[in-house]
Nanobody, 122 residues
Framework: QVHLVESGGGLVQAGGSLRLSCVAS????????MGWFRQAPGKEREFVGA????????TYADSVKGRFTISRDNAKNTVYLQMNILKPEDTAMYFC???????????????WGQGTQVTVSS
C-alpha cells in the first residue's frame, strides 16, 4: 500500500508559477513510476506528466510541455510538479499517482492521492 498526499495548490494569476508536492508513505516509493493527472470541473481526468522510478525518463502531455516539469527526490519520498507560465485552462484538481509503468493511461496507476486544487485567474 502507498499513501499519497499532495500539497502546494492555490490561486495564482495567469503567467504565474506554482510547485506542487506529493509525499508518499508506505511501500518503497523509489520503485514506482509517479504520475500527475488533473481534472477540471465537468471534464475527464487527464494525464499531465510522469517520471520513471530512476528519474531517467519523463513524459508530458502536449498541453503542458515546456511549461511544466516533474522531478522527484527518492530520499524524501516526494515527487514535484513545477508549473510555470500558468494559464486559466490549467485550472483543475491535480492528483499524483503511483504505478509500475510509465504510461499516459490512468489505469496503469494503482495508488492515488486526494488531490490539490489549482486555480489560475485571467
Amino acid at each position: 500500500q502507498v499513501h499519497l498526499v499532495e500539497s502546494g495548490g492555490g490561486l495564482v494569476q495567469a503567467g504565474g508559477s506554482l510547485r506542487l508536492s506529493c509525499v508518499a508513505s508506505g511501500r518503497i516509493f523509489s520503485s514506482y513510476v509517479m504520475g500527475w493527472f488533473r481534472q477540471a470541473p465537468g471534464k475527464e481526468r487527464e494525464f499531465v506528466g510522469a517520471i520513471s522510478w530512476d528519474i531517467a525518463r519523463t513524459t508530458y502531455a502536449d498541453s503542458v510541455k515546456g511549461r511544466f516539469t516533474i522531478s522527484r527526490d527518492n530520499a524524501k519520498n516526494t515527487v514535484y510538479l513545477q508549473m510555470n507560465i500558468l494559464k486559466p485552462e490549467d485550472t483543475a484538481m491535480y492528483f499524483c499517482a503511483a504505478g509500475v509503468k510509465l504510461e499516459l493511461d490512468e489505469k496503469a496507476y494503482r495508488y492515488w492521492g486526494q488531490g490539490t486544487q489549482v486555480t489560475v485567474s485571467s
